[in-house]
């Protein structure tokens, strides 16, 4: 897919708010061999690169007339309302790598061993190096036959050819544990059962002496 942006001269927080006044998106375009660029992108545009590629994925990027092959780094989106609010974007040579996050997805959970385990997401990405024209958008844990207490290590990862785990390969992606028990649930209804009262005694009159 090929978008277009434009080169711009202001930048701060007023800058930015002007922009998106005028259905454009702030953003920024890094490279390895140039300083970084401000630019604008039509929203209409960010909107589809979020909904139709993603963070991670590659396009064509026409920037002031100069064709360059980018990389999505970042989509912002507002807090409270679904709006873009900034995109930033590497500029890469084709096969060039690059440190980036890829998905984590787990599979088959339905196949534990046990069928009492759940499986425990530590980490819901990995770090890799890889180029992002071809690396994968998510990488499946396959948790077949996993029973509880085994663990998955981000060693044990099947990467493809290509792609270089960027992070310690002792750390445990994915544990098959037991599922916390649920709290037992009080009815509402039930009369509450009245305290017992130890060595009560019956009340005496005492009468007063003329």
Do not use: C
């Amino acid at each position: 897919m090929k978008f277009t942006a434009n080169k711009r001269e202001a930048a701060g927080t007023n800058a930015a708010k002007q922009l998106r006044k005028q259905d454009l998106v702030p953003g920024v375009v890094y490279s390895s061999d140039m300083e970084p660029v401000n630019i604008t992108m039509q929203r209409a545009d960010v909107e589809q690169i979020k909904r139709e590629l993603g963070i991670n994925s590659v396009f064509t990027l026409d920037l002031d007339g100069e064709s360059k092959t980018v990389y999505v780094r970042e989509i912002d989106t507002a807090a409270i309302k679904p709006i873009v609010y900034n995109i930033n974007l590497q500029a890469i040579k084709k096969g060039q790598k690059l440190q980036m996050p890829i998905a984590i997805t787990v599979v088959n959970e339905e196949e534990l061993g046990n069928p009492d385990g759940v499986a425990s997401v530590n980490y819901f990405e990995i770090d890799v190096v890889a180029d992002p024209a071809t690396a994968p958008e998510v990488i499946e844990i396959d948790v077949t036959g996993m029973e509880i207490g085994d663990t998955i290590t981000a060693g044990d990862l099947k990467l493809a050819d290509g792609i270089e785990l960027d992070q310690d390969p002792e750390e445990v992606i994915v544990s098959i544990t037991v599922p916390d028990e649920e709290p037992e649930e009080v009815d509402p209804d039930a009369e509450e059962a009245e305290p017992e009262v130890i060595n009560e005694k019956p009340g005496e009159i005492v009468e007063e002496d003329d």
